[in-house]
């Protein structure tokens, strides 16, 4: 009797780890644009001055910690980063940077 009920408290703990898990994967990537520009970038060409003037946009996700996996953040041309606390330090060096999250912006598009 004594065995099985270890048993039962071993399946039941490990259960609850694969809930707990479970409900860490489930928390979704959010969606994001990153529009930026290159102006503290120097260069002695002109169009290169020109170009780094230029403010680009490109589609990024957050992906949230989860159990084994740290956060990180992809951005769709390949460059990923470990948090957005190191995105904020790559692009803020460059210039300046805006980050829209599309899930913020689906709730005010819905509030209208």
Known sequence: MTTHHMKSDELRARLQAVIRSAKRASARPRLFTLTYDRTKLKSANPVTRLEYQ???????????????????VCLQNGTSFLSLIDLDEHFSSMGAYVIEWQDEQESEDAAE
């Not at 230029?54 to 990180?72: C, E, I, N, Y």
Request: charged share 20%; net charge neutral; hydrophobic share 35%.
């Open 54 to 72: 230029k403010r680009l946009m490109v589609w990024g996700a957050q992906f949230p910690h989860t159990g084994d996996f740290p956060d990180s």
